[in-house]
């Protein structure tokens, strides 16, 4: 069973700042599968990245992920307000990480 | 549009039962695989179950395997989820949650969530 690590926890950033939220499989996985979602309070999650790397419909280009087989990054390149969240990244349809809050400093 | 309205929720008590349902519309069901995603209180996002277009392939998380039942009826636009011997652990918002082949087996459609409290 595939075990997804986010990491940091929590990363406290100011507007404007640069966000690099990092995902850990605990084996080698397809790149193919691998999608990152944003969450906030009271809402369902958002799906924000597919296939490690292509935006979904209506994402801001300031979403971008990268990564292969074991390490995977979103990366927010400038943080706007509306991007403090919660962000997950899941594996093949199915395995959640733990999720990283992304929460003004 | 793609809307998915989850039903069913509620409060159980251990040992019971409770049968969710999805109303899927703006798209067609019998095309999209489809997933449980489960939320318990302010913890993360959990994968509960997953059904093909045609019923044929169902998987369930370990955690509620031999309890919960995954079911579609694509007649009437429905997703369901049968849900046996609940267990304080199951308390949780229920997502309906539709699976994008297109998109590499990403979410791309989520309900707004049903709450199930299980508690005596």
């Known amino acids: 069973e595939i075990v997804l690590t986010q990491s940091p926890g929590t990363l406290s950033l100011s507007p404007g700042e640069r966000a690099t939220l990092s995902c850990r499989a605990s084996?080698?996985?397809?790149?193919?599968?691998l999608a990152w979602y944003q969450q906030k309070p009271g809402q369902a999650p958002r799906l924000l990245i597919y296939?490690?790397?292509s935006r979904a419909t209506g994402i801001p280009d300031r979403f971008s992920g990268s990564g292969s087989a074991t390490d995977f990054t979103l990366t927010i390149s400038r943080l706007e307000p509306e991007d403090f969240a919660v962000y997950y990244c899941?594996?093949?349809?199915?395995?959640f990480g733990q999720g990283t809050k992304v929460e003004i400093k | 549009e793609v809307q998915l309205v989850e039903s069913g929720g509620g409060l159980v008590q251990p040992g019971g039962s409770l049968r969710l349902s999805c109303a899927a519309s703006?798209?067609?069901?019998?095309?999209?695989?489809m997933n449980w995603v489960r939320q318990a209180p302010g913890k993360g996002l959990e994968w509960v179950s997953y059904i093909s277009s045609s019923s044929s392939t169902v998987y369930y998380a370990d955690s509620v395997k031999g309890r919960f039942t995954i079911s579609r009826d694509n007649a009437k636009n429905s997703l369901y989820l049968q849900m046996n011997s609940l267990r304080a652990e199951d308390t949780a918002v229920y997502y309906c949650?539709?699976?994008?082949?297109?998109?590499?087996?990403?979410?791309?459609?989520w309900g707004q969530g049903t709450l199930v409290t299980v508690s005596s």
């Open positions: 899941q594996h093949y349809g199915r395995t």
């Open positions: 949650a539709r699976v994008s082949v297109e998109r590499r087996l990403a979410i791309d459609y």
């Open positions: 296939g490690a790397s």
């Open positions: 703006g798209f067609t069901l019998s095309s999209y695989s």
């Open positions: 084996q080698s996985v397809s790149s193919s599968y």
